[in-house]
């Protein structure tokens, strides 16, 4: 089977998009569910361009509160400094980590890029959705496609069948192609967005200190 170039894809949405603007001048609206700072960077600067966009902060699964919170406001920060050509807004559904949790369950100690994390692309990219179709967006997508640790295959086949599911356009990407994880990591560097050193939730965490542990260990053998 062959492996779909998700950049392409986005290409021919793009050329679609700016062709429809240049005979009606309509600006669709996107739905752009977000999960940092770091990664809504070079997103935002990326699709502001053919997009009105509204960023949806929908993350249970990052923990503790406190993360999430400080995650927030590096996300409202960096939306208030950059100059976009279109417009852009946020919204942050209230906090609730027992949905992260619930769906977690017999799979906590699962490695990293598992079916745990498969889950939480989908909890995350269904609650996208449902807003996307309440409020009547053109489009939705995500921004964890921009991570090298993240699936966009995974990602674009949920995002696929929740746009059938509920009738809705799916803006199929791979945000990290073409040097896109590359400038997230200019821009963070020139807005000095904090960048985390985990993916959010607990188990990632405990992953990440065993293996800072392993590491410490081997450096004083």
């Not at 991570?147 to 059938?164: C, F, Q, T």
């Not at 993916?199 to 800072?212: E, R």
């Amino acid at each position: 089977m062959n492996k779909i170039n998700y950049q392409l894809v986005s290409d021919e949405l793009i050329k679609k998009i700016t062709e429809e603007k240049k005979k009606t001048g309509y600006i669709p609206s996107l739905l752009l569910h977000s999960c940092c700072a770091p990664c809504s960077s070079y997103t935002l600067e990326y699709l502001s361009d053919y997009f009105n966009i509204t960023l949806y902060y929908y993350n249970p699964n990052i923990s503790p509160e406190k993360e999430f919170l400080f995650r927030v406001s590096e996300l409202e920060r960096f939306t208030e400094e950059f100059d976009f050509k279109n417009k852009v807004s946020l919204v942050v559904p209230e906090y609730r980590p027992e949905e992260f949790i619930k769906i977690s369950r017999g799979l906590e100690n699962l490695p990293e890029g598992g079916e745990r994390c498969y889950k939480c692309y989908e909890l995350r990219l269904e609650k996208t959705a449902q807003y996307a179709k309440e409020n009547n967006f053109d489009y939705f997508t995500t921004t964890l496609s921009i991570s090298p640790y993240k699936n966009s295959a995974w990602l674009n086949e949920i995002g696929g069948r929740l746009a059938e599911k509920y009738k809705l356009n799916y803006f199929f990407s791979d945000f990290k192609k073409r040097g896109g994880y590359k400038r997230s990591i200019e821009l963070s560097n020139e807005y000095s967005l904090y960048r985390q050193n985990y993916c959010g939730c607990v188990y990632s965490y405990a992953q990440m200190m065993k293996k800072n542990e392993e590491k410490l260990h081997s450096d004083e053998i």
